[in-house]
C-alpha cells in the first residue's frame, strides 16, 4: 500500500540514514516524541513500518567509524558509551551521598548549527511531512531530551540514586568538540556585526562574544537561504565524535542549627583581623565549623549566630542559638547518633573553650526564625561591677537595695566610642525589663547585677556610662556613684530555637 508523504515514515527514515544520522536522530527526525520510543526502538520500527536495511545507502556514503552527523554521536554507540563511563568514573570519585540527583547537559553550539541545518534539509526534501509533523517549524525533540531518556535510567541504577528536577544534586555534564571553532566560523559570515573574532598567539581566530543562547536567538531570525550559503545543508559527516569534557557536581546548601556556650574569656565569636593580621587564635567559628565540615565534607561553610559577645564575655545557660551553612556538601545523610557524635568530637576538641548541644539539621526557611528573633528576643545577663570610691560604699549599698524598684528603664544609647569605627553613628532606644542586685561584697567593692534587655543593648556601656553615652546609666541609677564592670555573662538568650534534642546536660550557668 502506497503511503502519502505525511506519513512516509520508511523513506525520511533512510533518506537521513543515508545522508549519516543514527538510528536515534533517524526517530527524532520522523516525529517521535515520548521516551517510550527511544527506550522500545525495534517496537517503534515496526509500528512505523520502516524496512531496516543491513547497510545504508549510498549517496553521501556514511564510513562506520563516523558520527552521526546530527547528534555528533552523543546518543549513538559506541561513542555515548565511551562518554557515560567517564562520567560514571568521576561521579564515583566525586561521592556525594545524596539519594537523588538531576542532570544537565552542556553542549557545543556546533549542536545548534547542526539542529538548524538538519531541519532545513529535511524541511527541502520533504516539505509534507514536516508541515504535518513539525507545524512549529522546529523539532519537537532535541538531542539533549532523548540523552535524557534513555541514559538518565542507567546513571542512576549505577549510582544507586533516582533522577528527580527537584533534586538538591545538580550534576552537569560538559561535553566538547574539536571542530568547534571551525564550525562556528560560519556565525561570523550570517553575522559579522554580532560576532567578532580574536586571534590567538597561534593566530587562529577564535569568538570571544557568543554563547549558546545567543546562537540560539540568531539561528531563529536567520534567512535559510543565507545560512545555507554559510553552513552545508545537510551537515557534513563529521571528521570527530562528540567527547567527553568533564563533569561538576554541586549540592544545595544544608544547614545545622544547634546552641552553643563560649567559656573562654580571651576566645573571639569569629576570626579577629585586622588589615590582615590575626589577633587571637581560634574563634568560635572555627571550632565549630571545623569538625562539621569534617563530617559533611562540604567546600566551604558559613557561620551565623543570634547575635554575638564580646572577646571577654562568656555565653553560659542553655547557650546562643547558631547556624552553620555547608556550601555543597558531599555527605547529607548524617543520622541521630552520628549529629551526638559530631557534638562530642566538637566539645572534645574545643578543650573547655566552647561547648555545643542539639545540632540537628533545619531547612532553610527555618533561619527566618533567628533573623526575627534578632529583632524581638531578650537577653539575660550576670555582670561584676567595681565601686570605683570606697568612701561610697554605705550610700552605694543603701542604693542597691531599691535598686530593682526603679526598672523597666527605658535607654538612650549612643553608638559606643568601642564600635565606632564599624557601626554607624546613632541613639538607640534599648530597654532594661528587669534588674536585680547583690550588696557589696564585704571586705570588697564589688557587687553583681542580673539583668534582662532588649536585643541590643549595649551592657558594658549601662553600666560605666561610656562618657555619657548612654543614659540613664548605673552609675545614674544609684545617685551619680562610680561604677565599672570586671566580667560580663549571658546567661540566657530567649529565643526556644532550634528545638531541644540532646538530653546531655551542659556547663553550669555560674561558676
Known sequence: MEQS????????????????????????FIGEKTSYSYLNVEEIIEKREIILNEKASTGNKIQKENAC??????????????????????????????????????????????????????????????NFHFPLGVVTVGVKDVWKWVFTPIIAKL???????????????????????KECVSLFSMFPDKFSRTKNRKNQGSFDNFSRKSAETSLKIVDSDKFSKCYAVPPEIPDSSILYDSITMLHSSVYIA???????????????????????????????????????????????????????????????????????????????????????????????????????????????????????????YKALCILLDPKERDSCNNRLKDLSSQFPVKLQQATPIRVLHRRPVAVRERTIHWLNSSLLQEDKDVFTISLNTQAGTYIKEFIHGDFGRTKPCLGELLGGIDVDILALDVQDVLLDWPPEVSSKKGPLSES
Not at 528536577?165 to 571542530?179: P, R
Not at 565534607?297 to 546562643?320: M, P, W, Y
Not at 533545619?362 to 539575660?380: A, F, H, N, Q, R
Request: charged share 30%; hydrophobic share 35%; net charge negative.
Open 69 to 130: 552527523l546530527a547528534c555528533l554521536g552523543l546518543i549513538q554507540k559506541p561513542y555515548c558509551d565511551i562518554i557515560i563511563e567517564n562520567a560514571l568514573k568521576d561521579l564515583e570519585e566525586a561521592n556525594y551521598d545524596s539519594d537523588t540527583f538531576n542532570i544537565a547537559l552542556t553542549l557545543p553550539v556546533s549542536f545548534q548549527l547542526r539542529a538548524h541545518s538538519m531541519f532545513l534539509y529535511i524541511q527541502s526534501k520533504f516539505p509534507k511531512f514536516t
Open 159 to 181: 549510582q544507586n540514586k533516582n533522577f528527580s528536577t527537584s533534586s538538591d544534586l545538580t550534576i552537569t555534564l560538559s561535553l566538547k568538540y574539536a571542530d568547534e571553532d
Open 5 to 28: 508523504e505525511e506519513n512516509n515514515f520508511n523513506l525520511v527514515y533512510h533518506t537521513l540514514q543515508d545522508i549519516g544520522c543514527c538510528q536515534m536522530c533517524c526517530l527524532r
Open 258 to 380: 544547634g546552641r552553643y556556650n563560649k567559656l573562654s574569656r580571651v576566645l573571639p565569636q569569629t576570626p579577629w583581623l585586622i588589615n590582615g593580621e590575626r589577633k587571637l587564635e581560634g574563634s568560635v567559628e572555627e571550632l565549630i565549623s571545623g569538625p562539621m565540615k569534617r563530617i559533611i565534607k562540604s567546600q566551604d561553610t558559613r557561620f551565623a549566630a543570634s547575635g554575638r559577645e564580646d572577646v571577654d564575655v562568656r555565653t553560659l545557660g542553655r547557650g546562643r542559638p547558631f547556624y552553620v551553612e555547608h556550601i555543597d556538601p558531599h555527605r547529607v545523610s548524617v543520622d541521630f547518633d552520628t549529629m551526638r557524635q559530631l557534638e562530642d568530637d566538637i566539645n572534645r576538641e574545643a578543650n573547655g573553650e566552647v561547648f555545643v548541644r542539639d545540632l540537628q539539621f533545619i531547612d532553610k526557611s527555618e533561619l527566618e526564625m533567628l533573623k526575627l528573633g534578632e529583632e524581638t528576643k531578650t537577653k539575660e
